[in-house]
């Protein structure tokens, strides 16, 4: 494996556990429609960093809407009634599915995509301006 990719898992991993730390911290810190909508975000946000942590070279945009996408299909997914079933007998269903439609929710996840695109952008640059100074360019 390529160091290049062990380092874009290596910060995958980094950047799914600090989503994972703030969107307990924001849960534990604030309440309703705060601490919601920003699960929701953050919850995009999460699967862009596993989406990056699956396919380490692929570029900012394909894994915010891949990350978008899923987001989004779990949610119309909860039209069916299927999620809210396997959430009453679980609770990582519940934390992962979401049991009940709501319409903000895909706005929200667009709010999570178009972060996650940022800081994935952003650090993207970042490695590809440092790449290019090693290499004496």
């Not at 730390?21 to 929701?40: P, Q, S, T």
């Not at 394909?62 to 949610?75: D, K, R, V």
Request: net charge positive; proline share 4%; charged share 15%.
């Amino acid at each position: 494996m390529s160091s290049g990719r062990s380092r874009s898992r290596a910060g995958a991993t980094v950047a799914a556990a600090l989503t994972l730390a703030l969107g307990l911290g924001i849960r534990a810190a604030a309440a309703g429609d705060v601490a919601k909508y920003a699960g929701d975000a953050l919850y995009t946000v999460l699967l862009q960093a596993l989406v990056v942590l699956a396919v380490p070279r692929v570029k900012p945009v394909a894994a915010a809407g891949t990350a978008l996408g899923i987001s989004w299909a779990i949610e119309l997914w909860q039209l069916s009634g299927v999620p809210a079933e396997l959430s009453a007998r679980s609770v990582i269903a519940r934390l992962v599915l979401g049991s009940t439609f709501n319409p903000p929710d895909l706005f929200w996840y667009a709010v999570g995509a178009a972060l996650g695109w940022l800081v994935h952008r952003l650090v993207h640059a970042r490695i590809a301006r440092r790449s290019h100074q090693v290499a004496g360019c």
